[in-house]
């Protein structure tokens, strides 16, 4: 039976949080080594990359260090002109890449892996820049839907064409890599647009590929925000695969909707973490929600954004987050031992600002106030014991923004229905299972959700009961291996990730084949 046989290995690059440690996203395939790289790259230049050639612009950005507010290098902006000589060279290079065979494209993304794997440093230095920050088993095979003395019905997958993808300035390597292997493994081609805040590594990026991939197969062009415009309308481009906030997401499907443009949209999201009454081991958990909470400065669509937690522990909930959100490091790239880094960029700090002074202006309880830096900025004493670690003194610049923990803040209130993609985070105490439930149902996102309960049964029953697409039980938000990620209501639909994921960038058809002759004897 024939079928598409996805076998691959991702190990990821770059997802530098805070501390300075990378997730990372190194696309790899088996375990051949093929190529070597033939020349070497200039990481202070960047470029478009357009049918397999650096393109400049004359018009260009240059993002910030947020940990510094020092200016970065000149990252260009492409032009309409530009995409439309992309989608022709994609046009070009989509009849034969579609047509490769899979192993010669499994030897392409080998190549790649060899490429990224000699450059993994210098790229995680420029993602720290710019941001302040698997074994993959899977196959597509055709679908037997009947098989009688009548009929045989076979549902098969054939890739879609070229997909345009937009991706976010918080993990600029990590989703596009991942956009990038399922396009092109599927056998389509890709035009990726990065993020004017983090375009540095996401153009480099692109531009190691050229030497694995023909030309045309894999292309970039950086750029304002024009450009997700024009590539969404592009009447060349069937397939749109988006990260990022809610809002654009919307604007992007009432665009795509012009041309019935196939969508994967992976959005907002406002993560519950519930903490049952029965939970043993206490400090663990804290220090579980703890990491969840403050997960690269808050900067992640799956970073838990809303605590419940039970009155009967509450009191030793709280004093051991407490003790573990004090425990952690606020500093730069530089500093080993951080672990929460700056905001990437300045609009969204002064828009944590704005949240935290609403939430004093209306006399919310902060029990954690990140502007009292004795309270957020030194490694705390335990048992007696100083912990390792710099003084963490507050740097004079930076979009640095401490953890901020508030009590009991209404149901209703910003801090609770919004996602607040930073270091502060609301702290709800429950006492009913059906109430709590119906709070963490009444958010309009869907993305994920976490439950801490000794019993098993009751931890299965809770997430059966919550509306989003991922749930973890008795462990903090993680990549799983080969499971789909996405989400429900305004998080979005579609996936990245595994089989579910893969079928999103690859057509259906299917085949009825009729044993009967049609012809008389």
Known sequence: MNCVDTSYHLAEVLFLASKVSIVAFIVCIMSSKEASIQTELSFTTFHNIIDGQRRGAER????????????????????????????????????????????????????????????????????????????????????????????????????????????????????????????????????????????????????????????????????????????????????????????????????????????????AGNDPVIVCPDVEDIEKVAKEVALSTWFISGQACIATKRIYVHTDIHERFMESLLKATRQTIVGSCADSDAYIGPIQNVDLFRRLKRLEQECETKGYNIVLDGRNRDSARKPQAVDGEQLNGSPNERPEKGYFFYPTLVLDPPPDCRLVTEEQFGPIAPYRRWTDFEEVIKEVNSSEYGLGATVYCKSDDRAVEMGKRIQAGMIWANCHPRAMGPEPYGGTKHSGFGAEGGEAGLKCFMNPQTMFRFRWSMVKD
């Not at 989608?87 to 990224?116: H, M, N, Q, Y």
């Open 60 to 267: 260009a950005v240059r993002g910030v260090n947020p940990a510094t507010e020092e200016e970065l290098w000149e990252a260009p902006i492409a032009t309409r002109a530009d995409l439309d000589d992309a989608v022709i060279a994609g046009k070009r290079a989509f009849v034969s890449w579609s047509r490769t065979p899979l192993e010669e494209r499994r030897k392409c993304l080998s190549r790649f892996r060899d490429l990224i794997e000699k450059y993994k440093d210098v790229l995680s230095q420029v993602i720290m820049a710019e941001t302040g920050k698997t074994v993959i088993t899977l196959e597509i095979p055709e679908e037997v839907l009947q098989d009688d003395e009548t009929v045989l019905t076979v549902r098969r997958y054939f890739p879609v064409g070229i997909v345009g993808a937009i991706c976010p300035w918080n993990l600029p390597v990590g989703v596009m890599g991942i956009k990038i292997f399922q396009a092109i493994i599927a056998g389509n081609v890709i035009i990726c647009k990065n993020s004017p805040y983090s375009p540095y590594a996401a153009l480099k990026f692109c531009e190691i590929a050229q030497e694995a991939f023909p030309p045309g197969v894999i292309q970039i062009l950086g750029g304002s925000d024009d450009m997700g415009g024009w590539l969404v309308e592009h009447p060349d481009i069937p397939m749109i695969a988006f990260s990022g906030h809610t809002r654009t997401g919307k604007k992007i499907q009432e665009m795509a909707a012009k041309n019935l443009k196939r969508l994967t949209l992976l959005l």
